[in-house]
Protein backbone atom coordinates (compact mmCIF):
# COMPACT_ATOMS: atom_id res chain seq x y z
CA UNK A 1 0.00 0.00 0.00
CA UNK A 2 1.52 3.77 -0.92
CA UNK A 3 2.60 5.55 2.52
CA UNK A 4 2.64 2.43 4.44
CA UNK A 5 6.25 0.60 4.45
CA UNK A 6 6.57 -2.99 6.17
CA UNK A 7 9.78 -3.93 7.65
CA UNK A 8 11.03 -7.16 7.47
CA UNK A 9 13.19 -8.51 10.13
CA UNK A 10 14.42 -12.23 10.86
CA UNK A 11 13.54 -13.30 13.78
CA UNK A 12 16.87 -13.70 16.14
CA UNK A 13 17.18 -17.45 17.69
CA UNK A 14 16.53 -17.47 21.36
CA UNK A 15 19.59 -18.09 23.83
CA UNK A 16 19.89 -19.09 27.36
CA UNK A 17 21.21 -15.96 29.32
CA UNK A 18 24.98 -16.10 30.49
CA UNK A 19 25.29 -18.89 33.15
CA UNK A 20 26.84 -18.28 36.35
CA UNK A 21 29.38 -21.00 37.89
CA UNK A 22 26.78 -21.70 40.52
CA UNK A 23 23.94 -22.17 37.73
CA UNK A 24 26.09 -24.13 35.58
CA UNK A 25 27.23 -26.77 38.45
CA UNK A 26 23.38 -27.05 39.17
CA UNK A 27 22.30 -27.90 35.83
CA UNK A 28 24.70 -30.20 35.54
CA UNK A 29 23.00 -32.31 38.70
CA UNK A 30 19.64 -31.93 36.95
CA UNK A 31 20.94 -33.81 33.92
CA UNK A 32 21.45 -36.86 36.45
CA UNK A 33 17.93 -36.27 38.01
CA UNK A 34 15.45 -39.25 37.97
CA UNK A 35 12.70 -36.41 36.96
CA UNK A 36 12.16 -36.40 33.55
CA UNK A 37 10.82 -32.72 33.16
CA UNK A 38 14.09 -31.57 35.26
CA UNK A 39 16.28 -33.70 32.96
CA UNK A 40 15.30 -32.39 29.81
CA UNK A 41 15.05 -29.09 30.74
CA UNK A 42 18.94 -29.35 31.68
CA UNK A 43 20.05 -30.85 28.56
CA UNK A 44 17.95 -27.91 26.67
CA UNK A 45 19.91 -25.22 28.77
CA UNK A 46 23.19 -27.29 28.11
CA UNK A 47 23.38 -27.06 24.58
CA UNK A 48 21.61 -23.47 24.57
CA UNK A 49 24.62 -22.40 26.18
CA UNK A 50 26.87 -24.57 23.70
CA UNK A 51 25.50 -22.17 21.01
CA UNK A 52 22.92 -24.29 19.77
CA UNK A 53 19.75 -23.21 18.27
CA UNK A 54 15.95 -24.12 19.28
CA UNK A 55 15.39 -26.38 15.76
CA UNK A 56 18.71 -28.45 16.53
CA UNK A 57 17.84 -28.83 20.14
CA UNK A 58 14.71 -30.24 19.23
CA UNK A 59 15.81 -32.75 16.83
CA UNK A 60 18.36 -33.80 19.21
CA UNK A 61 16.59 -34.15 22.43
CA UNK A 62 12.94 -35.59 19.77
CA UNK A 63 11.17 -32.98 21.09
CA UNK A 64 8.70 -29.81 19.85
CA UNK A 65 10.82 -26.26 18.52
CA UNK A 66 8.49 -24.65 20.78
CA UNK A 67 8.99 -26.81 24.18
CA UNK A 68 12.76 -25.96 23.64
CA UNK A 69 11.50 -21.91 23.75
CA UNK A 70 9.66 -22.24 26.36
CA UNK A 71 12.51 -23.95 28.15
CA UNK A 72 14.38 -21.16 27.63
CA UNK A 73 12.29 -18.06 28.07
CA UNK A 74 11.35 -19.92 31.42
CA UNK A 75 15.37 -20.14 32.61
CA UNK A 76 15.57 -16.27 31.07
CA UNK A 77 13.17 -15.32 33.56
CA UNK A 78 12.77 -17.38 36.44
CA UNK A 79 16.28 -18.84 36.74
CA UNK A 80 16.94 -22.51 38.39
CA UNK A 81 12.90 -22.18 39.80
CA UNK A 82 12.26 -23.02 35.99
CA UNK A 83 13.77 -26.51 36.43
CA UNK A 84 11.29 -27.83 38.77
CA UNK A 85 7.81 -29.00 36.99
CA UNK A 86 5.09 -26.67 38.57
CA UNK A 87 1.48 -27.11 39.77
CA UNK A 88 -1.10 -27.27 37.47
CA UNK A 89 -4.36 -28.26 39.43
CA UNK A 90 -6.63 -25.80 40.76
CA UNK A 91 -6.80 -24.62 43.70
CA UNK A 92 -10.65 -24.50 44.90
CA UNK A 93 -9.64 -23.74 49.04
CA UNK A 94 -7.10 -22.33 51.08
CA UNK A 95 -4.94 -24.78 52.13
CA UNK A 96 -3.71 -24.81 55.61
CA UNK A 97 0.19 -24.93 53.82
CA UNK A 98 0.45 -22.49 52.06
CA UNK A 99 3.28 -22.14 49.77
CA UNK A 100 5.42 -20.33 52.77
CA UNK A 101 4.64 -22.70 55.41
CA UNK A 102 5.19 -25.39 52.83
CA UNK A 103 8.46 -24.62 51.92
CA UNK A 104 8.97 -24.45 55.55
CA UNK A 105 8.11 -28.22 56.07
CA UNK A 106 10.13 -28.83 53.27
CA UNK A 107 13.14 -26.91 55.17
CA UNK A 108 11.80 -29.44 58.18
CA UNK A 109 12.18 -32.72 57.05
CA UNK A 110 15.75 -32.41 55.27
CA UNK A 111 17.16 -31.87 59.06
CA UNK A 112 17.35 -34.50 61.05
CA UNK A 113 14.64 -35.08 63.86
CA UNK A 114 17.83 -35.39 66.18
CA UNK A 115 17.87 -31.75 65.59
CA UNK A 116 14.80 -31.07 67.64
CA UNK A 117 15.38 -33.28 69.98
CA UNK A 118 13.95 -36.20 68.94
CA UNK A 119 15.56 -39.45 69.59
CA UNK A 120 15.54 -40.59 66.48
CA UNK A 121 16.87 -40.15 63.06
CA UNK A 122 13.69 -41.10 60.57
CA UNK A 123 11.01 -38.74 60.25
CA UNK A 124 6.92 -39.93 60.44
CA UNK A 125 3.68 -38.31 59.65
CA UNK A 126 2.96 -38.01 63.79
CA UNK A 127 6.51 -36.59 64.18
CA UNK A 128 6.27 -34.28 61.62
CA UNK A 129 3.40 -32.97 62.84
CA UNK A 130 4.16 -32.53 66.19
CA UNK A 131 7.92 -30.70 65.29
CA UNK A 132 5.68 -28.26 63.29
CA UNK A 133 3.29 -26.96 65.49
CA UNK A 134 6.37 -26.95 68.19
CA UNK A 135 8.37 -25.10 65.69
CA UNK A 136 5.32 -22.45 64.76
CA UNK A 137 4.67 -23.64 61.63
CA UNK A 138 0.61 -24.38 61.80
CA UNK A 139 -1.09 -22.34 64.35
CA UNK A 140 -2.08 -25.59 66.22
CA UNK A 141 -1.50 -29.63 66.39
CA UNK A 142 -2.60 -31.39 62.49
CA UNK A 143 -3.22 -34.48 61.61
CA UNK A 144 -1.20 -36.90 59.78
CA UNK A 145 -3.54 -36.92 56.90
CA UNK A 146 -2.65 -33.09 56.74
CA UNK A 147 0.92 -33.92 56.79
CA UNK A 148 0.86 -36.16 53.95
CA UNK A 149 -1.31 -33.93 51.79
CA UNK A 150 1.10 -31.31 52.07
CA UNK A 151 3.91 -33.84 51.30
CA UNK A 152 1.54 -35.21 48.13
CA UNK A 153 1.63 -31.23 46.99
CA UNK A 154 5.37 -30.77 47.38
CA UNK A 155 5.58 -34.40 45.84
CA UNK A 156 7.77 -36.08 48.51
CA UNK A 157 7.15 -39.30 48.84
CA UNK A 158 8.47 -42.28 51.03
CA UNK A 159 10.91 -43.90 49.05
CA UNK A 160 14.80 -45.91 50.38
CA UNK A 161 17.47 -43.36 50.52
CA UNK A 162 20.06 -43.75 47.69
CA UNK A 163 23.65 -44.55 48.25
CA UNK A 164 25.25 -41.25 46.11
CA UNK A 165 28.58 -40.19 45.22
CA UNK A 166 30.35 -36.92 44.89
CA UNK A 167 33.30 -36.14 43.64
CA UNK A 168 34.98 -34.21 46.13
CA UNK A 169 38.09 -33.18 43.20
CA UNK A 170 38.18 -28.89 43.71
CA UNK A 171 38.82 -29.31 40.06
CA UNK A 172 36.46 -31.45 38.81
CA UNK A 173 34.69 -28.30 36.62
CA UNK A 174 37.66 -27.97 34.72
CA UNK A 175 38.83 -31.83 34.27
CA UNK A 176 34.88 -32.31 33.16
CA UNK A 177 35.83 -29.58 30.63
CA UNK A 178 38.66 -30.59 29.36
CA UNK A 179 37.27 -34.29 28.53
CA UNK A 180 34.35 -32.89 27.40
CA UNK A 181 35.85 -30.76 25.03
CA UNK A 182 38.86 -33.63 23.40
CA UNK A 183 35.44 -35.77 23.12
CA UNK A 184 33.61 -32.83 20.72
CA UNK A 185 37.51 -32.86 18.46
CA UNK A 186 37.71 -36.31 18.06
CA UNK A 187 33.92 -36.26 17.26
CA UNK A 188 34.65 -33.62 14.67
CA UNK A 189 37.87 -35.06 13.35
CA UNK A 190 37.34 -38.61 13.64
CA UNK A 191 39.45 -39.65 16.46
CA UNK A 192 38.86 -42.91 18.42
CA UNK A 193 37.42 -41.82 22.31
CA UNK A 194 38.77 -44.92 24.17
CA UNK A 195 37.42 -45.04 27.95
CA UNK A 196 40.28 -47.13 29.98
CA UNK A 197 39.90 -48.54 33.05
CA UNK A 198 40.59 -52.18 34.52
CA UNK A 199 38.55 -54.91 36.76
CA UNK A 200 38.46 -58.11 38.77
CA UNK A 201 36.48 -60.88 37.53
CA UNK A 202 35.38 -62.74 40.43
CA UNK A 203 34.46 -66.60 40.76
CA UNK A 204 32.90 -66.20 43.76
CA UNK A 205 31.47 -62.78 44.40
CA UNK A 206 27.94 -62.40 43.05
CA UNK A 207 26.51 -59.20 41.42
CA UNK A 208 23.31 -58.44 41.89
CA UNK A 209 21.39 -59.65 38.55
CA UNK A 210 16.82 -59.67 37.64
CA UNK A 211 15.95 -62.47 35.96
CA UNK A 212 12.29 -64.34 34.82
CA UNK A 213 11.33 -65.94 37.21
CA UNK A 214 8.29 -67.87 38.14
CA UNK A 215 7.05 -67.00 41.67
CA UNK A 216 6.62 -70.39 43.17
CA UNK A 217 10.43 -71.20 42.19
CA UNK A 218 11.89 -67.79 41.97
CA UNK A 219 15.38 -67.74 40.44
CA UNK A 220 18.40 -68.31 43.07
CA UNK A 221 21.93 -67.48 43.06
CA UNK A 222 23.95 -69.89 45.18
CA UNK A 223 26.89 -68.59 47.23
CA UNK A 224 29.94 -70.82 46.91
CA UNK A 225 33.09 -70.78 48.96
CA UNK A 226 36.59 -71.21 48.03
CA UNK A 227 38.45 -74.99 48.42
CA UNK A 228 42.00 -75.39 49.00
CA UNK A 229 42.75 -77.95 46.23
CA UNK A 230 41.37 -74.87 43.64
CA UNK A 231 44.85 -73.78 41.67
CA UNK A 232 42.63 -71.34 39.75
CA UNK A 233 42.58 -67.60 41.24
CA UNK A 234 39.95 -66.25 43.00
CA UNK A 235 39.48 -63.26 40.77
CA UNK A 236 41.11 -62.10 36.83
CA UNK A 237 42.77 -59.08 36.33
CA UNK A 238 41.31 -57.24 33.35
CA UNK A 239 42.47 -54.18 30.84
CA UNK A 240 39.97 -52.74 28.95
CA UNK A 241 39.32 -50.21 25.96
CA UNK A 242 35.61 -49.01 25.01
CA UNK A 243 36.27 -47.63 21.80
CA UNK A 244 33.74 -44.99 20.05
CA UNK A 245 33.40 -44.95 17.03
CA UNK A 246 32.99 -48.08 16.90
CA UNK A 247 31.42 -49.23 19.74
CA UNK A 248 33.81 -52.03 20.43
CA UNK A 249 36.10 -53.41 23.71
CA UNK A 250 39.84 -54.13 23.66
CA UNK A 251 40.45 -56.76 26.14
CA UNK A 252 43.74 -57.91 27.53
CA UNK A 253 43.84 -60.48 31.17
CA UNK A 254 46.84 -59.90 33.66
CA UNK A 255 48.47 -62.30 35.43
CA UNK A 256 49.39 -60.40 38.58
CA UNK A 257 47.76 -57.12 39.01
CA UNK A 258 47.50 -53.58 37.39
CA UNK A 259 50.88 -51.94 37.78
CA UNK A 260 52.35 -48.98 35.54
CA UNK A 261 54.63 -50.88 33.37
CA UNK A 262 51.59 -53.58 32.46
CA UNK A 263 49.82 -50.54 31.69
CA UNK A 264 52.02 -49.13 29.20
CA UNK A 265 52.29 -52.65 27.78
CA UNK A 266 48.46 -52.73 26.86
CA UNK A 267 48.51 -49.01 26.01
CA UNK A 268 50.97 -50.33 23.13
CA UNK A 269 48.92 -53.08 22.56
CA UNK A 270 45.86 -50.65 21.79
CA UNK A 271 47.72 -48.38 19.51
CA UNK A 272 48.63 -51.33 17.90
CA UNK A 273 45.44 -52.32 16.82
CA UNK A 274 44.12 -49.17 16.00
CA UNK A 275 47.11 -48.60 13.91
CA UNK A 276 46.02 -51.06 11.87
CA UNK A 277 42.91 -50.01 11.48
CA UNK A 278 44.44 -46.77 9.80
CA UNK A 279 42.90 -44.35 13.25
CA UNK A 280 45.91 -41.80 14.38
CA UNK A 281 44.71 -40.32 17.33
CA UNK A 282 43.47 -41.76 20.22
CA UNK A 283 41.57 -39.86 23.46
CA UNK A 284 42.31 -41.73 26.45
CA UNK A 285 39.75 -40.79 29.33
CA UNK A 286 40.57 -43.15 32.63
CA UNK A 287 40.68 -42.05 36.17
CA UNK A 288 43.48 -41.27 38.67
CA UNK A 289 44.65 -44.65 39.74
CA UNK A 290 48.31 -44.56 40.94
CA UNK A 291 49.12 -47.16 37.40
CA UNK A 292 48.15 -44.78 35.54
CA UNK A 293 49.30 -41.51 36.58
CA UNK A 294 52.63 -42.73 37.35
CA UNK A 295 55.88 -41.94 36.12
CA UNK A 296 56.93 -44.13 34.49
CA UNK A 297 53.43 -44.18 32.74
CA UNK A 298 53.56 -40.53 31.82
CA UNK A 299 57.10 -40.85 30.62
CA UNK A 300 55.88 -43.76 27.89
CA UNK A 301 53.17 -41.64 26.63
CA UNK A 302 55.28 -38.63 26.29
CA UNK A 303 58.01 -40.73 24.38
CA UNK A 304 55.51 -42.71 21.82
CA UNK A 305 53.74 -39.42 21.01
CA UNK A 306 57.60 -38.09 20.66
CA UNK A 307 57.81 -41.00 18.34
CA UNK A 308 54.72 -40.90 16.71
CA UNK A 309 54.91 -37.41 15.70
CA UNK A 310 58.49 -37.55 14.45
CA UNK A 311 57.85 -40.81 12.59
CA UNK A 312 54.98 -39.66 11.13
CA UNK A 313 53.26 -42.96 11.90
CA UNK A 314 51.18 -44.75 14.80
CA UNK A 315 48.82 -43.34 16.88
CA UNK A 316 49.34 -40.24 19.45
CA UNK A 317 47.55 -40.43 23.07
CA UNK A 318 45.96 -37.66 24.18
CA UNK A 319 44.90 -37.87 27.65
CA UNK A 320 42.14 -36.69 29.78
CA UNK A 321 42.23 -37.70 33.59
CA UNK A 322 38.63 -37.67 35.50
CA UNK A 323 38.38 -35.87 38.63
CA UNK A 324 38.28 -38.12 41.90
CA UNK A 325 35.46 -40.44 42.60
CA UNK A 326 33.18 -39.41 39.10
CA UNK A 327 32.72 -42.86 37.94
CA UNK A 328 29.36 -41.40 35.55
CA UNK A 329 32.10 -39.93 33.62
CA UNK A 330 33.62 -42.88 32.58
CA UNK A 331 31.82 -44.96 29.85
CA UNK A 332 33.52 -47.88 30.61
CA UNK A 333 31.85 -48.55 33.77
CA UNK A 334 28.44 -50.11 32.77
CA UNK A 335 29.64 -52.45 30.56
CA UNK A 336 31.62 -53.63 33.42
CA UNK A 337 28.27 -54.08 35.13
CA UNK A 338 26.55 -55.30 32.22
CA UNK A 339 29.42 -57.89 31.37
CA UNK A 340 29.46 -59.61 35.68
CA UNK A 341 25.41 -59.80 34.87
CA UNK A 342 26.26 -61.81 31.70
CA UNK A 343 29.13 -64.55 32.93
CA UNK A 344 27.22 -65.19 36.32
CA UNK A 345 26.78 -68.59 37.06
CA UNK A 346 23.82 -69.33 38.84
CA UNK A 347 25.17 -72.90 40.94
CA UNK A 348 28.48 -73.63 40.67
CA UNK A 349 31.97 -72.01 40.17
CA UNK A 350 33.47 -71.36 36.67
CA UNK A 351 37.47 -72.08 36.46
CA UNK A 352 39.62 -68.90 35.65
CA UNK A 353 39.73 -70.51 32.12
CA UNK A 354 35.68 -70.15 31.78
CA UNK A 355 35.63 -67.01 33.26
CA UNK A 356 37.90 -65.63 30.37
CA UNK A 357 36.11 -67.29 27.81
CA UNK A 358 32.72 -66.04 29.00
CA UNK A 359 34.35 -62.14 29.18
CA UNK A 360 35.46 -62.39 25.62
CA UNK A 361 32.11 -64.20 24.32
CA UNK A 362 30.16 -61.21 25.82
CA UNK A 363 32.58 -58.33 24.30
CA UNK A 364 32.92 -60.26 21.06
CA UNK A 365 36.65 -60.29 21.62
CA UNK A 366 39.34 -62.48 20.54
CA UNK A 367 41.15 -63.91 23.23
CA UNK A 368 44.93 -62.74 23.52
CA UNK A 369 47.92 -63.39 25.23
CA UNK A 370 48.22 -62.68 29.23
CA UNK A 371 50.19 -59.21 30.32
CA UNK A 372 52.10 -60.17 32.57
CA UNK A 373 53.53 -58.49 35.98
CA UNK A 374 56.86 -58.95 36.91
CA UNK A 375 57.58 -61.86 39.02
CA UNK A 376 54.07 -63.39 38.29
CA UNK A 377 55.73 -65.62 35.31
CA UNK A 378 55.11 -68.77 37.32
CA UNK A 379 51.13 -68.06 38.64
CA UNK A 380 49.26 -65.66 40.01
CA UNK A 381 49.78 -66.80 43.53
CA UNK A 382 48.97 -63.54 45.58
CA UNK A 383 45.43 -62.62 43.88
CA UNK A 384 43.27 -60.40 45.50
CA UNK A 385 39.62 -61.74 47.03
CA UNK A 386 37.05 -61.80 45.20
CA UNK A 387 34.70 -58.88 44.64
CA UNK A 388 38.28 -56.19 46.17
CA UNK A 389 38.65 -53.10 43.98
CA UNK A 390 41.98 -52.40 42.65
CA UNK A 391 42.43 -49.48 44.78
CA UNK A 392 41.46 -51.57 47.79
CA UNK A 393 44.60 -54.15 46.83
CA UNK A 394 46.49 -51.07 46.21
CA UNK A 395 45.96 -49.89 49.59
CA UNK A 396 46.02 -52.98 51.21
CA UNK A 397 49.23 -53.61 49.68
CA UNK A 398 51.05 -50.71 50.62
CA UNK A 399 51.58 -51.63 54.19
CA UNK A 400 52.57 -55.37 53.06
CA UNK A 401 55.72 -53.80 50.87
CA UNK A 402 56.70 -51.64 53.75
CA UNK A 403 56.64 -54.76 55.91
CA UNK A 404 59.08 -56.57 53.30
CA UNK A 405 61.54 -53.58 52.86
CA UNK A 406 61.65 -53.07 56.39
CA UNK A 407 62.66 -56.71 57.07
CA UNK A 408 64.83 -57.07 54.30
CA UNK A 409 66.69 -53.77 55.41
Known amino acids: MRGSVVDWVMKLPIFVQPLTDAEFAAIERGC ?48 LASLQRQSSRPKTIQPLFDAARAEALRA ?12 TSVWTLDLAAQACYRE ?35 A ?46 PARLHE ?3 VRTDADPKALACYGLWCEPPEEMLLRFVTGRPVSHVTTAFLAWVCEQLAQRGQRVLVLIWDNASWHISQEVQAWIAAHNAAAKRSGQGVRILVAGLPTKSPWLN ?13 VEADGVLTGAEVEARVCAYFGTVPQAHLVQRGQEAGDADAPLAGTSLREVHRREQPAQAVKTQQAA
Open 224 to 226: QTP
Open 136 to 170: GITPWQVSRETIRQALKGLKISWRRAKHWITSPDP
Open 32 to 79: HSPDAFTLRRCQILLASAQAQTPPVIAAALSCSVQTVRNALHAFNIQG
Open 172 to 217: YLRKKRRRDRLIELAQRYGWVIGYLDEVWWSRFALPMVRMWSDPQR
Open 108 to 119: LLHRSPRDFGYP
Open 331 to 343: TIEPQWKHGKEAI
